[in-house]
């Protein structure tokens, strides 16, 4: 079995990122081929972070004059355990600790962090060159939004502290955000990150299906078909291509055959905006909806939010016009669409599927 695809290296840094000790010696610099690493992995939208045992303030100023400051989210440079860092760095990202990755260049630091957390894979810093090349590093996609992934973890963040500043109910707050969904047609550009969303959403995703870049461009042809994507942004920055809807059309039933948003806009309303708007869009147009979900280790918030949404397992009778899944596990809930009105805490921009009629 692969291993899973890397989302955050947590480096050292004496004798792992730069060569020495930086309380011994103030001009440390990085060893070779660590800022190709670093520049590399964060070009395929790996995040990265630090848990070292350093004092902050004389070690993140040397990561300045470096020029490497920018490229770590979530820095823990202090004297706690190392497992405790990594710990709260994949807590703060959401991240599964099997996709985190720690260097360390001594042992008995990378044992601590095996034996607290063990799911997270430990690599030795001689290792680091190599690192680049490994199948876990190489991400099957990489996108536009990988690219600037990192800023918009870091948007992400200042949007979190901005909460936490903030007095008043949720919805409050997510007004003062400025929230702008746009939900349309993807392009054969955008399939990259289309297929990326059902590789990497599990938490958001409905059944956990892969859709490959050779089966969405046969979609996006077939007239029947809508591939959609959900973008979002606001005052702090873009939060990029957030969801994706797939959708089949039927002449007296709508299949959803696949929605994922990702876990960065759970807390937004994405999911709930997304089902609402279905929702509406169905009741104008007059059809029923039919929705695959298949349960994993991972998406029972995915479960709860269609239940909320108002899909059960009634059938409708119309499930003869739907093909078999052909997903072991895959069942079909079932939605009498109600009309919704716009959303209160966003800005919303989509289609008017309502008016694409199809003959019995």
Not at 111 to 119: D, G, Q, S
Not at 151 to 169: I, L
Request: with cysteine; aromatic share 6%.
């Amino acid at each position: 079995m692969s291993e899973p695809t890397v989302k955050c290296l947590v480096w050292d840094l004496d004798d792992t990122l730069w060569r020495g000790v930086l309380l011994e010696d103030d001009t440390v610099t990085p060893f070779e081929r660590v800022r190709e690493v670093i520049t590399t992995l964060d070009s395929r939208g790996i995040l990265q972070s630090i848990a070292s045992k350093n004092d902050h303030d004389h070690a993140w100023p040397r990561l300045e004059v470096l020029g490497l400051a920018e490229y770590f989210v979530l820095p823990h440079i202090g004297w706690g355990p190392k497992s405790a860092s990594v710990r709260a760095i994949a807590e703060q990202l959401k991240f599964a600790h099997s996709t985190i990755v720690f260097v360390d260049d001594n042992p008995v630091e990378r044992a601590e962090v095996a034996h607290h957390l063990p799911e997270v894979r430990c690599y030795d810093a001689v290792d680091v060159p190599g690192l680049v090349g490994l199948p876990e590093f190489s991400p099957a996609i990489v996108t536009v939004d990988s690219r600037q992934r990192r800023q918009m973890y870091r948007a992400g963040f200042a949007r979190e502290a901005s909460r936490a500043d903030f007095t008043g109910p949720d919805d409050d707050f997510l007004r003062t955000l400025g929230l702008e969904m746009v939900i349309g047609r993807a392009s054969e550009q955008e399939l990259s990150r289309v297929e990326e969303l059902t590789l990497r959403t599990s938490q958001m995703n409905a059944t956990g299906v892969h859709y490959g870049d050779a089966t969405l461009r046969g979609l996006l042809t077939d007239p029947g078909h809508e591939v959609l994507v959900v973008a979002m942004s606001d005052r702090f920055g873009p939060h990029g291509a957030v969801g994706i809807v797939l959708l089949e059309r039927h002449a007296h039933v709508w299949h959803l055959k696949l929605l994922a948003t990702s876990c960065r806009v759970v807390s937004l309303g994405a999911g709930s905006t997304l089902l609402n708007w279905l929702s509406d869009q169905a009741a104008a147009a007059g059809v029923h909806v039919v929705a695959d979900f298949r349960r994993t280790d991972r998406n029972r918030i995915m479960e709860i939010a269609y239940r909320f949404a108002g899909f059960s397992e009634s059938d409708c009778g119309c499930v003869h016009e739907l093909v078999a899944s052909g997903v072991e596990g895959v069942e079909r809930l079932h939605l009498t669409p109600l009309r919704h009105p716009a959303p209160s805490t966003l800005q919303l921009s989509a289609p008017d599927l309502a008016s694409v009629t199809l003959s019995s």
